[in-house]
């Protein structure tokens, strides 16, 4: 799980991608531009491609303001898509290691 107090990569989403995995669950977290505002895009696949080699219809993304709350929201909704799907991200492992 991501802890929130730890998770603070608002400096480096402006200027990089930033992404990671937790047992399964690969993210990636940049800044798009969304109504002439700028906004972190929060996406997440399964193990075990990258997020341009996985298919568009494994992917889920949500949008969220480009600020240290919106940072926090990203954490909060990680650590639920990775609750919520927790099989899934299990399997995706089980795959990866056949």
């Not at 531009?33 to 700028?38: G, I, L, S, T, Y």
């Not at 568009?56 to 990680?78: I, N």
Request: glycine share 4%.
């Amino acid at each position: 799980m991501i802890d929130k107090e730890t998770f603070h990569p608002l400096n480096y989403i402006k200027k990089e991608e930033y992404s990671g995995s937790m047992d399964g669950m690969r993210y990636m977290l940049k800044k798009v531009k969304a109504e002439d505002e700028d906004r972190i895009r929060v996406t997440i696949w399964p193990e075990p491609y990258g997020i341009n080699k996985t298919p568009e219809e494994e992917k889920q993304s949500v949008d969220v303001p480009l600020s240290a709350q919106g940072v926090e929201q990203a954490a909060d909704w990680l650590n639920e898509q990775y609750v919520a799907q927790e099989e899934r991200w299990k399997e995706s492992l089980r795959r990866t290691w056949v």
